[in-house]
């Protein structure tokens, strides 16, 4: 059963209905101007022992000046008068309805409503006192009863949810669209379901109208000027409740002060007065009444705390305004920054909202298209337009692409937009997208003129083209090599001598026969890298060619050092060189054989002259003559001196031998230095 139901039931069967209790019916019943009346409310009053009682304590209670003096029931209501003894029998009857509610399962919440109610019709009390209402219990009943239907409402909740929504009331009284939210959750309004107990229970219709109209600003539907009174007084207690609730936060006092002097005609020192009072009242009333309520501060310690805290807010308040002025010159330089650099900037700025409305451009348009800004942001004319076809949808794919990281981001894109005579001119785009959970807010977009670079790129273009062409009709080999010994230019001639070599380490191309390197050589004569290096070196290929390689290291301000190496085919001068080297070996063996011949030669044919004279001799049994043996043994002495000169030879020194030929000087060549 929903909480709607559960009310309607509680109105509608007659066991389920909230009633008054037989003491407050009764007090109700009692006319005013019945000449009986007074005899009717003591008889009433001392049938029921514990009103009879609080009747008492409350004409012996110092507000009225009667303490100790008041023993009888019929005395209290000569001296009090009937009106107020009705309403305080009416009202203890209320109290006692409301203590039989489920106190023990409603708990806290229960106890605050209770509480707030007794405060409020003490408030709304001291104030109708001040304000001159004929009838200021009355308006201590009303303040009683205005959350009545709080009382009705509790006992059939069951949803957490429902109980912190009437918490949240408590705490936040004057919320906007209170009884709205409630008849939402409820299908009553506390003031709705209010009203129709207090019909039930037959309640004078004023105090009614405090139930049903205390959250309504425009009281034109009550009809009794004193009931609209009633409902202002009402009013001005739930303020002057929440000042010792909530403190004196929000400007309450001076809410409370505005109120009370515009609704009631009460001046601002009559409404400090019962501020003042309050607390004290307060705690002399729930005496009376036997009601233990929540005890509120003085106004003067609520006023001490909230000048305490009004300070501190004072100084916060102040370091925050430092703060602000800080911010705010920061901000200012900040923004006179931006301006300049909007200002003066050569590149073309442009933001557009999320709908592609132009927000702001910068003078630089005009000088890129021949356009004035002003143009464009008069909205006469549209920059899109000068965009070739398709060109801000490109834009928009490349933002909402992750080409140049997380989407929404655009760097250095490349395009051209027209002029506004019709000619291309070449940009480069830069811009971001502001989003905002998903959505977007602006577009920024940078617009570069870069004809000059796009010339410049052009010429280097050519320029190396030139290059190539002269370093590839060059007959040796040329390449360029980085830091990290990776091969970054290479001519044609190099290609055809050691392959394609771009991308791969220099150690990689050139590899001897029968080699297969994947590190660098050992004996590398330029790395490491040391400015204005230069060295030389040969290389035999996989082919046996033989390749001298001339380096030199380049550090050219702003770029990575290199090295430039020259590679030239030495294969064919290396064989000549091998041949003259053998002819002069050649030639070297003749003139020593030659040399050899000529001084060989005479000892040698004497040595064979004396032995021919010796067999002659020993044929004819002679005996050989003494001066032919030394002879002999003359020449063979000499020609070991010339092969032990052969043997000392140092240098080369020729001599002329006959008239067409050198011959090996062996007496210069062997004869040593002095």
């Known amino acids: 059963m929903t909480v709607k139901e559960k009310l309607e039931r509680l109105l509608r069967e007659e066991k389920e209905s909230p009633t008054l209790p037989e003491v407050g019916i009764q007090a109700m019943q009692i006319a005013l101007d019945d000449s009986l009346a007074q005899k009717k409310l003591v008889q009433l009053v001392m049938r029921y022992p514990d ?141 709705e379901l209010g009203g129709l107990i207090g019909e039930q229970w037959f309640l004078p219709s004023h105090i009614n109208a405090v139930i049903k109209s205390h959250h309504e600003d425009y009281l034109d539907s009550i009809g009794q000027r004193d009931a609209r009174k009633l409902v202002r007084i009402v009013q001005g207690s739930l303020l002057l409740n929440h000042i010792f609730n909530q403190g004196e936060r929000n400007g309450n006092g001076i809410k409370l002060v505005r109120f009370v002097e515009k609704h009631l005609g009460i001046p601002g020192h009559a409404c400090d007065k019962v501020l003042l009072e309050f607390s004290e009242r307060l705690a002399e009333e729930s005496n009376i009444f036997k009601l233990p309520v929540k005890p509120r501060k003085n106004y003067l310690n609520i006023l001490r705390e909230s000048n305490r805290k009004l300070y501190e807010i004072s100084l916060e308040y102040l370091r925050t305004l430092d703060e602000k002025k800080k911010l705010a010159e920061e901000n200012r330089k900040f923004t006179e920054v931006l301006d300049a650099i909007f200002a003066h900037s050569p590149d073309i700025i442009v933001a557009l909202d999320g709908q592609g409305k132009l927000l702001m451009i910068n003078d630089s348009i005009e000088k890129l298209i021949g356009v004035p800004a002003e143009e464009f942001l008069s909205g006469r004319q549209n920059i899109l337009d000068y965009y070739p076809a398709g060109l801000a949808n490109k834009i928009m794919e490349v933002l909402k692409s992750n080409q140049y990281g997380p989407p929404g981001v655009i760097v250095d894109y490349e395009a051209f937009i027209i002029d506004r005579k019709g000619q291309k001119v070449s940009v480069s785009i830069s811009g971001t997208l502001i989003q905002k959970s998903g959505e977007v807010k602006m577009s920024i977009v940078f617009l570069r003129d870069i004809r000059k670079r796009k010339t410049i790129q052009q010429e280097l273009l050519n320029a190396r083209k030139y290059l190539d062409l002269i370093f590839n009709t060059i007959t040796d080999g040329i390449r360029v ?142 005996v050989v003559p003494e001066e032919v043996i030394n002879e002999i043994i003359g020449n063979v002495e000499k020609m070991g001196g010339i092969i032990s000169r052969l043997s000392k030879i140092t240098r080369y020194e020729t001599r002329d031998y006959l008239k067409t030929m050198k011959i090996l000087d062996l007496d210069g060549s062997s004869k040593e230095e002095s």
């Open 51 to 191: 009103i009879a009682s609080r009747v008492i304590h409350l004409a012996n209670s110092p507000l009225f000046g009667l303490s100790g003096r008041i023993s009888s029931i019929e005395r209290a209501v000569n001296l009090l008068g009937i009106a107020p003894i009705r309403s305080l029998v009416l009202s203890l009857s209320i109290l006692i309805a409301m203590s039989k509610q489920k106190r023990e399962i409603l708990g806290p919440i229960f106890r605050k409503i209770q509480d707030d109610s007794f405060a409020c019709g003490i408030a709304a009390k001291l104030i109708a006192e001040t304000a001159g209402y004929p009838q200021p219990d009355e308006a201590f009943l009303a303040g009683l009863l205005y959350h009545i239907g709080y009382f009705f409402i509790l006992p059939q909740l069951e949803d957490a949810e429902h109980f912190r929504l009437i918490e949240h009331h408590l705490e936040n009284p004057f919320g906007e669209e209170i009884e709205v939210k409630e008849k939402e959750v409820f299908g009553y309004a506390h003031t």
């Open 481 to 622: 090599i980085d830091s990290s010994m990776t091969i970054e230019y290479e001519n044609k001639k190099l290609v055809e001598i050691w392959g394609k070599g771009i991308g791969k380490k220099c150690y990689e191309t050139h590899i001897r026969a029968g080699e297969k390197r994947k590190k660098p050589c050992e004996e590398c004569p330029i790395f490491p890298f040391a400015p204005d290096k230069t060295a030389t070196h040969e290389v035999t290929g996989k082919d046996g060619r033989t390749f001298l390689v001339s380096s030199t290291s380049l550090d050219i301000e702003g770029k990575p050092p290199s090295v430039v190496q020259i590679i030239k085919d030495i294969s064919l001068f290396k064989e000549q060189e091998r041949i003259k080297a053998d002819q002069q070996k050649l030639k070297a063996i003749m003139e020593l054989a030659g040399a050899t011949a000529h001084e060989l030669n005479q000892p040698l044919t004497a040595i064979m002259m004396g032995i021919e004279l010796v067999s002659r001799q020993l044929q004819q049994r002679r």
